[in-house]
């Protein structure tokens, strides 16, 4: 069974950075990997996502501040979050795109203090 494990979340104050790490155990080719991020009340976003051939897509509010990369070997994605705002206060979710259906992480905290 596919589980996606993420870490790297926590507290930090505005201006600080995180690394957000996502490991996948289990045996599985993904299309693409991302990261989507979610407040209560609201719907899940995209944050970013990078395919298996290392293309990236990101959304507006985060372009120039975060980075996603993979390890293609160990079915990893990592997203460096640079120059954090209170705005990017969020769960965090990792997301895996397989052959036939997507899987999701548990979800991983950020919170950014002003």
């Known amino acids: 069974q596919v589980q996606l494990v993420e870490s790297g979340g926590g507290s930090v104050q505005a201006g600080g950075s995180l690394r957000l790490s996502c490991a996948t155990s289990?045996?599985?080719?993904?299309?693409?990997m991302g990261w989507y991020r979610q407040s209560p009340g609201k719907q899940r976003e995209l944050v970013a996502t990078?395919?298996?051939?290392?293309?990236?897509n990101y959304a507006d509010s985060v372009k120039g501040r975060f980075t996603i990369s993979r390890d293609n070997a160990k079915n990893t994605v990592y997203l460096q979050m640079n120059s954090l705002k209170p705005e990017d206060t969020d769960v965090y979710y990792c997301?895996?795109?397989?052959?036939?259906?997507?899987?999701w992480g548990q979800g991983t905290q950020v919170t950014v203090s002003s």
């Open positions: 990078i395919t298996s051939g290392g293309s990236t």
């Open positions: 997301n895996l795109q397989g052959l036939y259906r997507f899987y």
């Open positions: 289990g045996t599985i080719f993904s299309i693409a």
